[in-house]
């Protein structure tokens, strides 16, 4: 399957007509990609296999539903905003959650510049993320509809992408515009899924995000978001788990699965 197939499918899949290169365009793009495809590390945290070709994201992604994390999605956006001419590159950052921190950088976004005009494009980071693509304007507050971002600079000289939380704006991640290439994706991607220690391999979460609609699972836990208001159920049962899988995530996987996360990472954190 080419690259120009996968975009052209893709766009399909998501019901979004080809435009031209606007923001109005990218912004239906994100959003519609954060609704439906789920943000999840089911695959890690079964031990599979999480190749990066473009391929395997289309079909792991958009044909099979399984959803994935920031690596396969915004590897997959990245691959489609190219083959649709738009002036692309990727960055590594660091999640550091609104502290003063060293980590490495383990989340992929995309760095897009239109019209002269730079924007980070991240349909991987679940919960928090943004609906729509954010400029890189520094202090500029965009209101998203739902949620308020804005980008500043650390007195490091770091990039801040921050989302306006309980009262004030919160560091989810730093970046800078260094050149970045796939290989160097690889280690972020290999800590990610494999490290012992790596948040992704020691806790099950999901995320779908609408409007105003929030779905997220973070192991015992189920929280649905919506208007502003958290509704929080706790999970405690394998069929309660399945059925969340399969109706609110969409996800096509068998009872056995929910029965192996339930009780690894769901009845593991409750004790």
Known sequence: MTNSQIA????????????????????????????????????????????LDA??????????????????????????????NFDVRLLL????????VEVARTHR?????????DYIVDAGFGHLGARFPVKIELGLIQ??????????????????????????FFTLYTFDLHH??????????????????????????????????IKSLRNNEFHHVKNGITQTTKITSIEQLHQLLIDVYQLDLDIAISEFLFHKFVTAKTA
């Open 143 to 168: 209101d998203q509809g739902d949620a308020q971002y804005r980008i500043i600079k650390s007195d490091k000289g770091d990039y801040c992408y921050q989302v306006f939380k309980d009262g004030d």
């Open 55 to 84: 391929e395997s994201l289309f079909n792991k992604i958009v044909e099979r539903r399984r959803g994935g994390y920031c690596f396969e999605h915004n590897k997959l956006v990245f691959t489609v905003l190219s083959e649709l």
């Open 93 to 100: 950052s660091k999640v550091i959650y609104n502290q003063c």
């Open 109 to 117: 976004v995309t760095l897009l510049t239109l019209a002269g005009e």
């Open 180 to 213: 970045y290439t796939e290989s160097d994706c690889l280690l972020g991607h290999f800590y990610s899924h494999k490290h012992p220690n790596a948040a992704f391999v020691n806790n099950l979460v999901i995320c779908r995000k609408l409007f105003n609609d």
């Open 8 to 51: 052209q499918s893709y766009l399909a899949d998501l019901n979004i007509k080809e435009g031209s290169l606007e923001i109005v365009f990218l912004n239906e793009l994100q959003s519609k990609h954060i609704a439906q495809y789920s943000f999840n590390n089911i695959a890690v945290l079964l031990g599979q296999e999480l190749p």
